[in-house]
């Protein structure tokens, strides 16, 4: 039961960001629209009740009908097959430009989505209309039926025209960055107020625990923590999962660690609920921060070469680096009373900073404005950290790293006298909070002759 409900949610969310989500419907509510038209204008006088009280919009002529639905049904495929052409080109630009993982935000949109499924519903419904006319000697013409599709036509011309808007916004890399940035700040929002997670210490026996190994290669991500917490508890045992959410386990390597030997039906119940998945989710915090460091190193590429996308990039990491700082350690599930304990891996802040700043140094190292952006960024995180000593440490680490890339970096003494300027502002703006400032004296920077 466990593996049907796991592979329903899993489907349910690709299905949220296919661009089917909202065609597929809208076109069967059209195929149902257009059938009960039809049983409406056969078994009712609707029609003739149109022609007496609308006589200005009644079609009376069959052939008058069947011409102008096929007009419109040859007009709108017309212009879905150009809307959807737009659509894949503007998607290519994009996967090319910033980043391939940035497709499901479009193919997601709800509003591309709605477009295409009202082009759709239009031609099918036409369709069904146009069928409908039957030659017969009272010369009987569906008119409620042909005045619907003809308004539908009518709307499609207006939503060509919300979609042409709509879609040259979206592409927009500033457009882009926010909505990323948005998404990261709701999902770190989210994972601060869960309270079916807190943070403990480790067991001190866990080396001693024993290892159920992965039964598939794939990504850690739809855990029902639930059914694992009853599962530890109905078995006399603890868990730990060893491997973080969105990592990558190869198969048979050690997925989870339990406290009491397991049996193979029990190992096969706790699969059920932990089992590794073949795609990633990237509905929680980390994706935003990992797609909008692409995006920032795709922008830095020689191809492309903007630095001022990076620096946009930069100030929107800032602000989810400076909330991540905030989220506990949330390392062990506590979800229902008198279940078992289960604790887990978990993502922290410093190896998030060191793996975002390790991308960023290596394609921004030899361009001045975005290497003064990040050491920005850096002495903002350092100032909002607090007396956590930790955090401090870290940060204290990359931006050595940073000053010892752009000391080898940089060749032009005046930039490098900007860099030694601001670092050493920086120095003095944080001595109120910091024992020791000496890490920001580099030796690179400093033979520039700056004091």
Same mark, same amino acid.
């Given at each position: 039961?466990?593996?049907?409900?796991?592979?329903?949610?899993?489907?349910?969310?690709?299905?949220?960001?296919?661009?089917?989500?909202?065609?597929?419907?809208?076109?069967?509510?059209?195929?149902?629209?257009?059938?009960?038209?039809?049983?409406?204008?056969?078994?009712?006088?609707?029609?003739?009740?149109?022609?007496?009280?609308?006589?200005?919009?009644?079609?009376?002529?069959?052939?008058?009908?069947?011409?102008?639905?096929?007009?419109?049904?040859?007009?709108?495929?017309?212009?879905?097959?150009?809307?959807?052409? +737009?659509?894949?080109?503007?998607?290519?630009?994009?996967?090319?430009?910033?980043?391939?993982?940035?497709?499901?935000?479009?193919?997601?949109?709800?509003?591309?989505?709605?477009?295409?499924?009202?082009?759709?519903?239009?031609?099918?419904?036409?369709?069904?209309?146009?069928?409908?006319?039957?030659?017969?000697?009272?010369?009987?013409?569906?008119?409620?039926?042909?005045?619907?599709?003809?308004?539908?036509?009518?709307?499609?011309?207006?939503?060509?025209?919300?979609?042409?808007?709509?879609?040259?916004?979206?592409?927009?890399?500033?457009?882009?960055?926010?909505?990323?940035?948005?998404?990261?700040?709701?999902?770190?929002?989210?994972?601060?107020? !869960?309270?079916?997670?807190?943070?403990?210490?480790?067991?001190?026996?866990?080396?001693?625990?024993?290892?159920?190994?992965?039964?598939?290669?794939?990504?850690?991500?739809?855990?029902?923590?639930?059914?694992?917490?009853?599962?530890?508890?109905?078995?006399?045992?603890?868990?730990?999962?060893?491997?973080?959410?969105?990592?990558?386990?190869?198969?048979?390597?050690?997925?989870?660690?339990?406290? +009491?030997?397991?049996?193979?039906?029990?190992?096969?119940?706790?699969?059920?609920?932990?089992?590794?998945?073949?795609?990633?989710?990237?509905?929680?915090?980390?994706?935003?921060?990992?797609?909008?460091?692409?995006?920032?190193?795709?922008?830095?590429?020689?191809?492309?070469?903007?630095?001022?996308?990076?620096?946009?990039?930069?100030?929107?990491?800032?602000?989810?680096?400076?909330?991540?700082?905030?989220?506990?350690?949330?390392?062990?599930?506590?979800?229902?009373?008198?279940?078992?304990?289960?604790?887990?891996?978990?993502?922290?802040?410093?190896?998030?900073?060191?793996?975002?700043?390790?991308?960023?140094?290596?394609?921004?190292?030899?361009?001045?404005?975005?290497?003064?952006?990040?050491?920005?960024?850096?002495?903002?995180?350092?100032?909002?950290?607090?007396? !956590?000593?930790?955090?401090?440490?870290?940060?204290?680490?990359?931006?050595?790293?940073?000053?010892?890339?752009?000391?080898? !970096?940089?060749?032009?003494?005046?930039?490098?006298?900007?860099?030694?300027?601001?670092?050493?502002?920086?120095?003095?703006?944080?001595?109120?909070?910091?024992?020791?400032?000496?890490?920001?004296?580099?030796?690179?920077?400093?033979?520039?002759?700056?004091?």
């Amino acid at each position: 039961m466990q593996r049907i409900y796991r592979f329903f949610l899993g489907w349910v969310r690709n299905a949220f960001d296919s661009l089917a989500f909202l065609p597929l419907p809208m076109m069967i509510i059209a195929m149902l629209l257009g059938f009960g038209l039809f049983s409406l204008e056969l078994n009712t006088e609707i029609s003739a009740e149109i022609s007496e009280n609308l006589p200005a919009v009644v079609i009376s002529s069959q052939d008058t009908a069947r011409a102008i639905l096929g007009i419109l049904i040859g007009g709108v495929i017309t212009l879905m097959v150009f809307t959807f052409t +737009q659509m894949m080109t503007l998607f290519s630009q994009v996967a090319n430009s910033y980043s391939p993982r940035l497709l499901p935000m479009f193919t997601g949109s709800r509003a591309l989505q709605f477009v295409m499924g009202f082009y759709l519903a239009t031609i099918i419904l036409s369709i069904i209309v146009l069928l409908s006319i039957r030659e017969d000697d009272n010369g009987f013409v569906p008119n409620l039926s042909v005045l619907l599709c003809i308004v539908l036509g009518v709307l499609c011309l207006v939503f060509f025209l919300y979609f042409v808007t709509t879609i040259s916004n979206k592409i927009q890399v500033s457009h882009i960055i926010e909505e990323v940035y948005g998404e990261g700040l709701t999902a770190i929002e989210k994972a601060i107020h !869960n309270d079916d997670f807190t943070t403990a210490e480790l067991p001190e026996n866990l080396q001693d625990w024993y290892a159920i190994p992965s039964p598939i290669g794939g990504f850690v991500g739809t855990v029902n923590h639930h059914q694992l917490s009853r599962l530890a508890k109905d078995y006399g045992s603890r868990f730990y999962i060893g491997t973080a959410k969105g990592q990558f386990v190869p198969m048979n390597n050690p997925l989870l660690l339990s406290e +009491q030997e397991l049996d193979e039906e029990q190992i096969n119940k706790v699969m059920e609920a932990v089992s590794p998945i073949s795609q990633k989710f990237n509905n929680w915090y980390l994706p935003p921060i990992r797609l909008l460091t692409e995006i920032a190193v795709r922008a830095m590429s020689p191809g492309i070469n903007d630095p001022g996308t990076a620096i946009d990039v930069m100030d929107r990491l800032t602000g989810l680096m400076g909330r991540l700082m905030n989220l506990p350690k949330y390392n062990k599930f506590c979800g229902e009373e008198g279940g078992g304990e289960v604790w887990l891996k978990v993502n922290t802040f410093e190896e998030v900073l060191v793996a975002v700043m390790q991308e960023l140094r290596q394609y921004c190292k030899q361009d001045v404005l975005v290497m003064r952006r990040l050491l920005q960024m850096l002495f903002h995180l350092l100032g909002g950290v607090g007396k !956590n000593e930790t955090f401090q440490q870290t940060i204290i680490i990359e931006i050595q790293a940073l000053l010892e890339d752009a000391g080898n !970096n940089i060749i032009n003494s005046a930039d490098r006298r900007v860099l030694a300027r601001e670092a050493f502002a920086a120095r003095q703006e944080l001595r109120h909070m910091l024992k020791d400032t000496e890490f920001l004296l580099d030796a690179h920077l400093s033979e520039t002759g700056v004091k």
